[in-house]
Nanobody
Framework: VQLVESGGGLVQPGGSLRLSCAAS????????MSWYRQAPGKERELVAR????????AYPDSMKGRFTISRDNAKSTVYLQMNSLKPEDTAVYYC?????????WGQGTQVTVSS
């Protein structure tokens, strides 16, 4: 299993970014996918989850409204659209797959929100 995130970078407050996570090594369409983030000195936290059907998503209350998770099963890719970004969104964003009870993580992509 391999997960490769991309799309991070430096963005001004109020800006947008779309992160991508390209998956390989398993039957992507059969499994739910998640995005997490970890800010310096803080624990990793869930940002969004999408189920294998692609139509069911879940967000912690703190993430609702500005983040949208989606997936393209044909491309084995999961996305995270982030809007109205704030400095407190600065973190390393990780893609996660739970495949047959095993956790797999990507290497992460840095998102920095700063003027």
């Amino acid at each position: 299993v391999q997960l490769v995130e991309s799309g991070g970078g430096l963005v001004q407050p109020g800006g947008s970014l779309r992160l991508s996570c390209a998956a390989s090594g398993f039957t992507f369409r059969r499994y739910g996918m998640s995005w997490y983030r970890q800010a310096p000195g803080k624990e990793r936290e869930l940002v969004a989850r999408i189920f294998s059907d692609g139509g069911t998503t879940a967000y912690p209350d703190s993430m609702k409204g500005r983040f949208t998770i989606s997936r393209d099963n044909a491309k084995s890719t999961v996305y995270l659209q982030m809007n109205s970004l704030k400095p407190e969104d600065t973190a390393v964003y990780y893609c996660r797959a739970d495949v047959l009870g095993n956790d797999y993580w990507g290497q992460g992509t840095q998102v920095t929100v700063s003027s």
